[in-house]
């Protein structure tokens, strides 16, 4: 069983690079989500979906983009990367009414 | 806006003794209660969580957690603490009636010491 499945597990980018990190889940989940990791922050939530073609913000969205064009797809993209961009993100997925977050392995992202 | 409180950065406790690790929350309704924990270099990993009914909850790997409204907290526990429980725990939230934001704490460092 794959589950959530993050690409890439490592990326190191330059100031002003765009990139995207892709997140994809086999389980049917309509709600899924991104979020970011730092220490002494803890997870916050960068944007979620409750379906293809619904996203909304989270507590974090600036600078970050997201669309969802599939049920199985997620990809976040990052226009401009800044140095405060470095940080671990989790994509997160669930079934709603299930309650359950289920977590990709993350991506561990350094800006320079 | 909805929050979660992590009072703790980190907690040791013996192997065998009880564990409690600390959370309150902030909704403005009715709260979706969880915990997770994250071992190193993975993701998250779901333990238990609170919808509604009994405020004593049962989960993963022999821990629990106690609903309280009036104190507004949501506190891990479990009766004895492994070597294997050191890992790093969040709690998180999501108000019933609002919009799908689980939003996590600052997570708490349980250390069990052999």
């Known amino acids: 069983n794959a589950g959530v499945t993050q690409t890439p597990k490592f990326q190191v980018l330059k100031t002003g690079q765009s990139m995207t990190l892709q997140c994809a889940q086999d389980?049917?989940?309509?709600?899924m989500s991104w979020y970011r990791q730092d220490p002494g922050m803890g997870l916050r939530l960068i944007h979620y979906s409750v379906g293809a073609g619904i996203t909304d913000q989270g507590e974090v969205p600036n600078g970050y983009n997201v669309s969802r064009s599939t049920t199985e797809d997620f990809p976040l993209r990052l226009l401009s990367a800044a140095p405060s961009q470095t940080s671990v993100y989790f994509c997160?997925?669930?079934?709603?009414?299930?309650?359950?977050?289920?977590f990709g392995s993350g991506t561990q992202l350094s800006v320079l | 806006a909805q929050s979660v409180a992590q009072p703790e950065d980190q907690v040791n406790v013996a192997e065998g003794n009880p564990l409690t690790v600390k959370c309150t929350y902030s909704?403005?309704?009715?709260?979706?209660l969880f915990w997770y924990v994250q071992y190193p270099n993975r993701g998250l990993q779901f333990l238990l969580k609170?919808?509604?009914?009994?405020?004593l909850v049962k989960g993963s790997y022999g821990f629990e957690a106690e609903f309280n409204k009036s104190q507004t907290s949501f506190h891990l526990k479990k009766p004895s603490a492994l070597v294997s429980d050191s890992a790093l725990y969040f709690c998180?939230?999501?108000?019933?009636?609002?919009?799908?934001?689980?939003?996590f704490g600052t997570g708490t460092r349980l250390k069990v010491l052999a």
């Open positions: 909704v403005s309704g009715n709260p979706y």
């Open positions: 998180a939230v999501r108000e019933s009636a609002g919009t799908y934001k689980y939003i």
């Open positions: 997160a997925s669930s079934h709603p009414g299930d309650e359950k977050l289920f």
């Open positions: 609170y919808i509604t009914g009994d405020n």
């Open positions: 389980m049917n989940h309509e709600y």
